[in-house]
């Protein structure tokens, strides 16, 4: 990456070659009973800004500027020992527990009501998580039912005589957490968590056919077990779900800058590997069902500094990996969007973990309001804009070597246009360390475009480390650019090094 050439990337981009739709349910997110994501984040009577519910209304608003569309909920590894029972009802009367997860005292002050209140009020879309660790088929039915069933059942009147007269109607459930994780309460092998999910799901569609499941995949693609899980999990229920579930957490090893922000290909090949392995099991079975990936935990999260969850002392919503993000961390997130817009032809929900505090693009205090991170930015960006249809894009651009990924691309590129609208946005991604990137980005098949708004994070080796923070919230944001040129239907823009950039562009009439 230290030629003096002049780095380039160029790309043609046209309606007529697509992906995918883009799937709302891509910028979901991740709410679990873990230090203080609910209570101290979404959740803390007495704070300033707190309403009648308890519910902090600086976080609400500040993720519905993130633009979330789903929450998944309660967990994670917490809800493999949760009795979700002990959530509901009057709040006197709810047991305090222990979490074997976090170590944590829980005290259920917050439960299900209470996050679908939260939910509504967010405006995004619930993901409930059933526990198949400690519990099983029966207990998944009976929240089921609480949840989703009118009423008229011993369930669904209990429901209706702690005030919710009218179903919630969950569509999303996801059949347990991490299961093949050997630090997981009920930890089980794939056949029997197999054997288990696939039960479970046909029991939970005689509840209510309408509901969408997702299967547990591999935690991470480092599993030992990792393709062998999935192919036996999905033996066993590949005809019963609509989802197989991918978890992924990214950090900078050392100071190895130039593997970090290829992050994105190493999701990539995972997902990669996934839908193979799902494709693989379609065959088998001569099915021609294309099974959706449920990305529903990816973020960096700098694991190499958490000491363990068995080296916690018991304590109520203790603070747990509440890491600070820097620029560089935003230009990464960036660049893990794109890759999951790029396959959005299989990827169908994906969950940033998590929403508050820990590893959270929110953090909040009990002393102030709540603040954004620097990955707070790309989030709410990519969210907002990237609509429509995802095209395809074969961006042409030098490479350089990496440590952990070998050859990589200095640049990516990812488009989606709204054929509604007309508008067209454009992602791009710079890795070079040392040197800016020329774009050229062909746009004959989309005359008549305008540049309406064009940002940029990172691009300045000396703020890579910024980061925002209660004493300065507002340090890193987006700025905006003006080096860009649209001409006969040739945009081109500068990519400065180390950067992530959005280019939006609208019809001029």
């Known amino acids: 990456m230290g030629s003096t050439a002049v780095l380039t990337c160029t790309v043609t981009l046209d309606p007529a070659f697509g992906i995918a739709p883009v799937d709302p349910r891509l910028f979901g997110s991740f709410v679990e009973h873990m230090g203080r994501c609910v209570y101290g984040g979404v959740f803390e009577p007495g704070h300033a800004e707190a309403d009648t519910d308890g519910l902090r209304a600086d976080v609400l608003k500040l993720v519905r500027e993130l633009g979330i569309t789903v929450a998944r909920y309660p967990g994670g590894n917490f809800v493999s020992g949760y009795r979700w029972e002990d959530g509901v009802g009057p709040v006197a009367d709810r047991p305090r527990r222990l979490d074997l997860a976090w170590r944590s005292v829980e005290t259920n002050a917050f439960g299900l009501n209470e996050f679908m209140t939260w939910a509504q009020r967010a405006a995004v879309e619930p993901m409930m998580a059933v526990n198949?660790?400690?519990?099983?088929?029966?207990?998944?039915?009976?929240?089921?039912?609480?949840?989703?069933?009118?009423?008229?059942?011993?369930?669904?009147?209990?429901?209706?005589?702690?005030?919710?007269?009218?179903?919630?109607?969950?569509?999303?459930?996801?059949?347990?957490?991490?299961?093949?994780?050997?630090?997981?309460?009920?930890?089980?092998?794939?056949?029997?968590?197999?054997?288990?999910?696939?039960?479970?799901?046909?029991?939970?569609?005689?509840?209510?056919?309408?509901?969408?499941?997702?299967?547990?995949?591999?935690?991470?693609?480092?599993?030992?077990?990792?393709?062998?899980?999935?192919?036996?999990?999905?033996?066993?229920?590949?005809?019963?779900?609509?989802?197989?579930?991918?978890?992924?957490?990214?950090?900078?090893?050392?100071?190895?800058?130039?593997?970090?922000?290829?992050?994105?290909?190493?999701?990539?090949?995972?997902?990669?590997?996934?839908?193979?392995?799902?494709?693989?099991?379609?065959?088998?079975?001569?099915?021609?069902?294309?099974?959706?990936?449920?990305?529903?935990?990816?973020?960096?999260?700098?694991?190499?500094?958490?000491?363990?969850?068995?080296?916690?002392?018991?304590?109520?919503?203790?603070?747990?990996?509440?890491?600070?993000?820097?620029?560089?961390?935003?230009?990464?997130?960036?660049?893990?969007?794109?890759?999951?817009?790029?396959?959005?032809?299989?990827?169908?929900?994906?969950?940033?973990?998590?929403?508050?505090?820990?590893?959270?693009?929110?953090?909040?205090?009990?002393?102030?309001?709540?603040?954004?991170?620097?990955?707070?930015?790309?989030?709410?960006?990519?969210?907002?804009?990237?609509?429509?249809?995802?095209?395809?894009?074969?961006?042409?651009?030098?490479?350089?070597?990496?440590?952990?990924?070998?050859?990589?691309?200095?640049?990516?590129?990812?488009?989606?246009?709204?054929?509604?609208?007309?508008?067209?946005?454009?992602?791009?991604?710079?890795?070079s360390e040392t040197e800016p990137v020329n774009l050229t980005a062909q746009l004959r098949a989309l005359p008549g475009l305008r540049v309406v708004e064009h940002v940029v994070l990172g691009g300045d080796s000396a703020e890579l480390l910024h980061t925002n923070n209660a004493e300065d919230p507002d340090r890193v944001q987006p700025r905006t650019s003006t080096e860009h040129t649209l001409t006969d239907g040739e945009l081109t823009a500068a990519l400065p090094p180390v950067s992530w950039t959005m280019l939006r562009l609208a019809p001029t009439a």
Not at 376 to 384: E, K, Q, S, W
């Open 132 to 431: 198949l660790g400690t519990r099983g088929i029966q207990e998944a039915c009976d929240l089921l039912e609480y949840a989703n069933h009118p009423g008229g059942t011993y369930w669904s009147d209990l429901r209706r005589s702690h005030g919710v007269a009218d179903p919630y109607g969950i569509k999303l459930w996801c059949l347990g957490n991490e299961m093949d994780g050997p630090w997981q309460v009920g930890h089980k092998s794939a056949d029997a968590y197999g054997a288990l999910a696939a039960e479970t799901a046909k029991a939970m569609r005689q509840v209510d056919p309408s509901i969408k499941l997702v299967a547990c995949g591999s935690s991470n693609d480092r599993m030992p077990t990792f393709g062998a899980w999935e192919a036996t999990v999905l033996d066993h229920t590949f005809d019963h779900v609509d989802y197989i579930s991918l978890h992924a957490y990214f950090e900078k090893h050392e100071d190895d800058r130039a593997s970090f922000l290829a992050s994105g290909l190493a999701m990539d090949r995972f997902i990669d590997g996934v839908v193979a392995t799902a494709d693989h099991v379609a065959a088998k079975k001569r099915s021609r069902k294309k099974l959706q990936l449920s990305f529903d935990e990816w973020n960096i999260w700098y694991e190499s500094r958490f000491a363990g969850y068995t080296n916690l002392e018991w304590a109520e919503a203790p603070r747990l990996i509440e890491d600070e993000y820097t620029v560089e961390d935003a230009v990464v997130v960036g660049s893990l969007l794109m890759s999951l817009l790029r396959h959005a032809d299989r990827v169908g929900v994906a969950c940033l973990a998590q929403l508050v505090n820990i590893i959270a693009p929110i953090r909040a205090e009990s002393d102030r309001p709540a603040w954004r991170q620097t990955i707070f930015h790309p989030f709410a960006l990519t969210a907002r804009y990237a609509r429509g249809t995802v095209l395809r894009a074969e961006p042409r651009t030098p490479s350089y070597d990496t440590a952990r990924h070998g050859d990589v691309p200095v640049a990516d590129v990812v488009a989606t246009h709204d054929p509604e609208t007309g508008q067209l946005t454009v992602l791009a991604l710079n890795r």
